[in-house]
């Protein structure tokens, strides 16, 4: 499985939104799509398509129809980052995007810092906020080995900035933003 993530500026949810999403949909090889804004700047949106593999998303790259489907999308809004990334645990995958808040991180690794160094603070964290998240997942992009991207389902923002406010959860964000840069956001998902 791979994780497709379209992220938009100027976004907006019109009939030709709709239009694209259910284009998507009936691809061979598209398994979900779920879409929405980001709470802290609603103009930003986010298209998370899920595909059976990468090869089923180049196919349809390789339509007729993927011309006018890109040319449609522009009244969506700017595509400003398309990302590929097989996320895991597979079963934390549905709750991680059905929550009510989406925490979305792009992250990319600092200079020198090793990959697997990166991955066990991950794990550290992803012990942590077992049982407070409704599902979260990670993964190395395709494009990129050096960016990961980072989701936890949220019951809301404010459980998250709760989450990360203890004197413990600071110690460990400490050692993770020494890592890797991250670009922290949340979003507000529908399943189309």
Not at 42 to 68: L, N, R
Not at 141 to 164: C, F, M, P
Request: proline share 4%; net charge negative.
């Amino acid at each position: 499985m791979i994780t497709e993530i379209v992220v938009f500026s100027n976004y907006v949810i019109n009939e030709t939104h709709d239009n694209g999403v259910a284009i998507l949909k009936e691809q061979d090889g598209c398994k979900r799509v779920f879409y929405g804004s980001q709470v802290e700047d609603p103009t930003t949106g986010y298209w998370v398509i899920e595909w059976d593999t990468i090869e089923k998303h180049k196919e349809f790259q390789a339509s007729e129809g993927y011309k006018a489907f890109v040319e449609g999308g522009k009244d969506v809004g700017k595509v400003v980052k398309m990302l590929h990334v097989p996320l895991e645990p597979a079963d934390d995958y549905t709750g991680a995007f059905t929550a009510p808040v989406t925490e979305i991180s792009l992250t990319t690794l600092k200079p020198g810092v090793e990959a697997k160094d990166f991955e066990a603070t991950v794990n550290i964290i992803y012990g942590a906020a077992k049982g407070t998240v409704d599902g979260s997942v990670s993964g190395k992009t395709v494009e990129n080995e050096r960016e990961y991207v980072l989701v936890y389902g949220w019951k809301s923002v404010q459980l998250h900035k709760d989450a990360i406010s203890p004197p413990q959860a600071q110690e460990i964000l400490a050692v993770l933003y020494k890592q890797a840069d991250l670009d922290v956001k949340h979003a507000t998902l529908k399943a189309a």
